[in-house]
């Protein structure tokens, strides 16, 4: 067995990946195969139905917004939400605080003037920008909730006067959020909530229709929350996967619980991090993300033995991103905590044998 602390996609339920095996062969009884039933099929729109209602139970989604789930991944969101959002000659806010917000800002640039209220560019991204001014005739603040390259997150959001509109693509129901003080959350599925394929959209009905702006339809949220994202053929498999994602995290107690889960593991990794003579964490402690940990050696030399010793040990995935070097370990909802434990035992033989 793998212990997997990739980034993304990242690790799923293994319980999900056994009902999601059986769904491929007979898909509930109906013998028929869940990729070979029509989308149109009632048994899969009470799918979609119970993945929305899932989303809403767990978030609880206020009156007001629509749930949907779309294609393209959270990169297609970087273009869908100014397309949506800044009107012509308008101006959207972005906070720079890593190469995901980069590329949305650089997206929104096509749609309108984009004003980089704060960047922590010149640090490589580690740490969250935070003393900065919110214009108040910007269309929209767009802000990443977590940096999954650097391994910084947001604790707290910014009280902001216009929309704000959020890419939780790698903490997404890893944490109690308030919906309504959003007015547009976006994450694709595959780092926390699902496999690839499928993005989940979260928006407030009226900050819509507002652009004068014709917008094609697939690219259009009107269109898709008039469709019940099923304008077009839904990536069904990728929602049905999501589905019983979400079902598991109801089943361990929800997002409350799991983030009591996720605090107490990422709290264990960096005291192990800060504890062990041979690494050092990367950012700055008070913005640490609780989902992608990120840490480097203090000797150079000993970064390749340490992911021999971790490959030895069925650790996968740990290797740092190439903008940041070193290790990052991802340890999302669906990590087992026994995962958890062999790799902090790793670090530890690793540091004995390293005397
Ligand atoms: C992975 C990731 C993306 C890109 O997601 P795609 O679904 O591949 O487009 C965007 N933002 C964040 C924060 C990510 O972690």
């Known amino acids: 067995m793998k212990h997997n602390f990739g980034a993304g996609p990242g690790i799923l339920p293994h319980e999900v990946l056994k009902q999601a095996a059986a769904g491929v062969i007979d898909f509930n009884g109906t ?3 869940i990729l070979e039933i029509s989308h149109r099929a009632p048994e899969f729109e009470a799918v ?6 899932l989303v809403k139970e767990l978030f609880e989604v ?24 800044l009107p012509e ?36 991204f580690t740490y969250i920008p935070k003393d900065f001014t919110i214009p108040a005739d910007a269309a929209y603040l767009h802000i990443t909730s977590n940096n999954t390259i650097y391994g910084t997150q947001m604790h707290a959001f910014p009280k902001s ?26 994450a694709g599925a595959q780092k926390n909530m ?39 053929t839904p990536p069904v498999f990728a929602i049905y996967v999501s589905m019983l994602t979400l079902n598991w995290l109801k089943s361990k107690g929800g997002v409350e619980a799991i983030e009591k ?30 989902m992608n940990v990120t840490f480097v050696v203090n000797n150079p030399e000993h970064e390749k033995p340490f992911l021999k010793l971790c490959d030895e040990k069925g650790i996968v995935g740990i290797k740092g991103h190439r903008s940041v070097g070193g290790f990052r370990a991802s340890i999302y909802n669906a990590l087992p905590i026994t995962s958890f434990y062999v790799l902090i035992d790793a670090m530890r033989e690793f540091a004995e044998k390293n005397k």
């Not at 206020?62 to 959002?85: D, I, K, T, W």
């Open 194 to 232: 699902g496999p690839a394929g499928v993005t989940l959209v979260i928006v407030k009905d009226d900050i819509l229709g507002k652009t004068g702006r014709k917008i094609p339809a697939m690219l259009n949220y009107q269109t898709q929350i008039e469709g019940g994202s099923m304008y077009n």
């Open 31 to 33: 013998g028929l195969s």
């Open 161 to 186: 006067p216009v929309p704000l509109v959020c890419d939780m693509s790698s903490d997404i129901f890893s944490r109690k959020i308030n919906v309504a003080d959003f007015g547009l959350i976006y």
């Open 62 to 85: 206020p009156e007001g917004y629509s749930v949907l789930f779309l294609q393209g991944g959270a990169s297609m969101q970087f273009a869908m939400a100014p397309y949506n959002l």
């Open 89 to 124: 000659g308008g101006k959207a806010a972005y906070v720079e605080s890593g190469v995901w917000a980069n590329k949305a800002l650089k997206e929104a640039k096509n749609f309108g003037e984009v004003e980089v209220v704060a960047t922590s560019k010149e640090s490589n």
């Open 261 to 290: 889960e996720n605090k107490a593991k990422s709290a264990v990794l960096y005291e192990e991090i800060e504890r062990n003579p041979l690494f050092k964490p990367v950012c700055a402690t008070e913005d640490r993300s609780d």
């Open 48 to 53: 979609l139905n119970e993945a929305v209602k």
